[in-house]
Each structure stands twice: as structure tokens, then as C-alpha cells.
């Protein structure tokens, strides 16, 4: 099967029964329908399809996964009007996918940008700094951006990050309306915390990530002309990314102003990653950590996840990984009012 713009419904089904080439489904007609409370049996049928196929590609043995992620990223010069650039963010997948598309015959050279939010671990920052050598050394554009506000400074005026992105955005808009009606898909258990926090002043945000790492990858792309972003977002992941490529497949226009977005990874399983990196001598620096990954040190994003695994939430890793910092952030950028109020252990 082609990777076409526009994939017919017997296409779609053949990819759910695993009769297609490596499921190749890449770009998908976005859905018009899809926030509509009462969609017809056809229009269900046809999103069941969807998730079918998306489970038939996580299904794929490894050799036709690695085949896939090089046909989206062949498929990006041919179907999309973008100057594309890889996010690079120096845990496990950005890395492999970075080594994926330089080792991929026929393609050409991407640039890479990494947003530096401050509030990454050290053992990130190098592996960041090493990658970058390995890459020009290949004359591959690296650079790395940082955000012109400091997170110490944002996170007192804009709350600091609990629940998970969804309930944080959630309870953002519900404490700046005038409403007590709690916003839909809002777990019944929150109702009355969300009244509670509300009345009591308490500050929780999702907007983080867009002050702190999506700003300056807005701004780098600007003034590199760069429209489309390649990351390794995996839709084993999290519920939220399968949901997006249910919706849009693994390359798509996420916005009116064009900027575009592909997923080359997205059918890949953790153990995929760790194979890749094993089979290719790659060895990704990572805190010793729970997730082991990058990102902010202090992002409390699915800290009620952690507690139902009896696993540390990053705080409280924060805790013996960095003394100092863990301080500052309990006593200086407004987490430990938050995180007291809430109940949440961060010791």
C-alpha cells in the first residue's frame, strides 16, 4: 500500500488485518466529526478502524517498524510543503530516531535544535553535547535554545505543574471562570478538589512547557524558516498520543499558520527503542531515575501515576539527586504550598 494522503477505508482495514505493507499508513484525512458527541455508527466504525490499524503497526515485528519510520521520513520532502528539523531532546528516542535518519539512505541532512528549559539533569545536558560533536562531525546544523524567562521566576506567577497536561489545563481554565461548573472529562474524584483548590487560591498550570521548551523552538524554527518538527513521540506512550495518530496518522499540518509535525516512531514499543540503541552501540546518558529520560527535573506530571505503582514521583528523587535544588523548589517557585495542599509526598 501506498503512503498516500488519502487512504481509502479498504485500505485502512487491510493495514487493521496486518495485509498491507508494514501498515504504512503516514498521513490520514484529518476528521471533521471528531469532537462530535454523536457521531453515526459509520463514523464510529471508521475511527474503531483507525485505532485497529494503529495497534496492527504497533504490532509489527521490529525489522518492518524500522522500515516504516524510514518511509516517513522519506515521505516528508514528497507529501508535505515543509523545511523540517528534528527535535532532539537527548533521552533515549530523539536519539534513536536522530541516528535513524542519518543512517537512512536517500535522505537528506536535517537540522537539529534542542530546547533547553534549565531544568534538565546534567547527565542530559551531556549527552546533548556529545550528540551535537557526533553530528557536525557529519556537517549536520545543531543548536540548542533556552526560554528568556527563567522557570524560578514562572512558576510563582503561573503555578506549577501537578495532575497530568489535560487536568492541569483543565483546572486552569476552571479557576480563571467565574463558573463552579467543573469542565467535562474531569475524574468525579477532582470535583471537589478542584472546588477546594479554587477557593483556596492554589495555582497549578500546564502551560510550562510552552514557556519554557515550545517558545523557543517557535522562535528558532522562525528564524530558520523551519515549518515542520520530526520528534520521537511513541503512541505506546501515553493514551493522548494514540489518540493523535487515531486522528491524524504520524504526519500532519498541526495548525492554521502550517507548522507541521511527523512522527516516525510512533508504532515503536520501548523495547524497540532499547533493541535499536543495543544493536547500534548506542549508549544514551540518562539520571538515575524512575523514567530515566529527559525533561524538566521537577515536573509533577503523573505524580498520582507514580504513587499507584509505589514508584518516587521526580520531586521526590529530586530529593537525593539534588538536595539544593529540591529546596529551592519547595520553598522558592511555590511547589511546596501546592504540593502540601494536595497531599502529594515530595520527601
Not at 72 to 91: E, F, M, N, Q
Not at 96 to 108: D, I
Not at 207 to 219: H, N, Q, T
Request: with cysteine; proline share 5%.
Amino acid at each position: 500500500m501506498n503512503s498516500t494522503l488519502d487512504l481509502s477505508s479498504d485500505a485502512m482495514a487491510a493495514a487493521r488485518h496486518g495485509e498491507s505493507d508494514d501498515c504504512a499508513l503516514i498521513q490520514l484525512p484529518r476528521m471533521s466529526y471528531w469532537n462530535n458527541p454523536n457521531k453515526s455508527p459509520e463514523q464510529q466504525a471508521h475511527i474503531k478502524m483507525r485505532a485497529q490499524a494503529l495497534q496492527a503497526g504497533i504490532n509489527l515485528p521490529y525489522s518492518r517498524k524500522i522500515s516504516h519510520a524510514r518511509r516517513v521520513l522519506k515521505s516528508l520532502a514528497d507529501y508535505t510543503p515543509a523545511r523540517w528539523a528534528i527535535s532532539y531532546s537527548g533521552g533515549r528516542d530523539s536519539t534513536v530516531l536522530s541516528h535513524l535518519a542519518l543512517h537512512t539512505p536517500g535522505l537528506g541532512r536535517f537540522p537539529h535544535v534542542m530546547s533547553n528549559t534549565r531544568m534538565e539533569y546534567p547527565e542530559t545536558i551531556k549527552m546533548v553535547n556529545g550528540w551535537w560533536r557526533f553530528l557536525r562531525s557529519h556537517g549536520i546544523l545543531c543548536e540548542t535554545v533556552y526560554p528568556k524567562e527563567r522557570p524560578k521566576d514562572l512558576w510563582p506567577r503561573i503555578g506549577v505543574p501537578v495532575f497530568s497536561k489535560i487536568i492541569a489545563y483543565k483546572y486552569r481554565k476552571f479557576r480563571a471562570s467565574e463558573s463552579d461548573k467543573i469542565p467535562s472529562k474531569v475524574p468525579k474524584e477532582l470535583h471537589n478538589t478542584f472546588r477546594r483548590m479554587k477557593a483556596a487560591g492554589i495555582k497549578v498550570t500546564d502551560e510550562c512547557c510552552d514557556e519554557l521548551k515550545k517558545k523557543p523552538l517557535k522562535a528558532w524554527q522562525k528564524r530558520n524558516g523551519i515549518t515542520g518538527a520530526i520528534t520521537g513521540v511513541r503512541c505506546s506512550e501515553s493514551r493522548n498520543r494514540r489518540l493523535a495518530w487515531i486522528m491524524q496518522g504520524a504526519v500532519y499540518n498541526a495548525t492554521s499558520k502550517g507548522t507541521w509535525i511527523a512522527n516516525p516512531l510512533a508504532f515503536w514499543t520501548s523495547e524497540d527503542v532499547a533493541r535499536y540503541l543495543s544493536e547500534n552501540g548506542l549508549t544514551v546518558l540518562s539520571p538515575d531515575t524512575v523514567q530515566g529520560g529527559s525533561g524538566c527535573v521537577t515536573c509533577m506530571f503523573g505524580c498520582q501515576a507514580r504513587a499507584k505503582e509505589g514508584t518516587l514521583n521526580a520531586m521526590q528523587e529530586l530529593a537525593t539527586l539534588n538536595p539544593k535544588m529540591h529546596r529551592a523548589a519547595l520553598d522558592e517557585w511555590g511547589y511546596r504550598a501546592v504540593l502540601d495542599y494536595l497531599g502529594i509526598p515530595y520527601e
